[in-house]
């Protein structure tokens, strides 16, 4: 297999992955890698004309990784030590105050280093938000916060999710498109 794709100004190095998955998937990295995961059986030509086919969307996708990366602000053990502690006092408050609106209740709050999401709520209650929610905007939070409190109503994204959504935070999709095309600034 391939060890680097070139295209236009970009080479990315290929993390090469084989195991007992049905699909195969192409993902750009943090670090602005290729990792391609592929069945055990699927031969390399498929898997080359698969990555050939999809060469523009990597080339966007890898701008744009790298575009974030350039942006990202790196932060001290204490600073970020310090950020945490404002994010569980500011994000359990938010949490406690639109629980209430929303009549429902959480176990615990959690407060990680995710890098692929900004929040998630377990089937228990357990509710983990990144740390790095409290550098983005108030209104942003407020969304987050929402949206995971509206999954203890309805674990999915169904219609009648954003529906209870949307009873809080009216302009979410306004706030869900600038957390799409933004959030990426602030892993």
């Known amino acids: 297999m391939i060890e680097h794709l070139v295209i236009e100004d970009i080479d990315l190095p290929i993390e090469f992955v ?20 592929a069945p ?10 698969f990555v050939n ?56 709050i959690r407060i990680g280093d995710q890098r692929t999401r900004w929040a998630s709520c377990s089937s228990k209650g357990t509710i983990s938000y990144s740390w790095r929610l409290i550098l983005m905007p108030e209104e942003i939070q407020d969304y987050v916060v929402v949206h995971e409190l509206c999954h203890l109503h309805e674990m999915n994204h169904s219609k009648k999710f954003w529906e209870w959504v949307e009873s809080i935070i009216p302009d979410y999709e306004k706030r869900r498109k600038w957390l799409k095309e933004h959030g990426g600034e602030y892993m």
């Open 40 to 49: 055990l059986r699927m031969s390399e030509r498929e898997i080359v004309r």
């Open 53 to 108: 086919q999809r060469r523009f969307w990597l080339y966007k996708q890898a701008k744009r990784m790298q575009e974030m990366s350039s942006k990202r602000v790196e932060y001290s053990e204490y600073e970020e030590v310090k950020l945490r502690e404002k994010a569980r006092r500011m994000l359990t408050a938010k949490t406690d105050f639109f629980k209430m609106k929303l009549n429902v209740d959480y176990k615990r």
């Open 18 to 37: 084989r195991s007992s998955r049905k699909t195969l998937a192409l993902t750009i990295t943090e670090d602005i890698n290729l990792s391609i995961k």
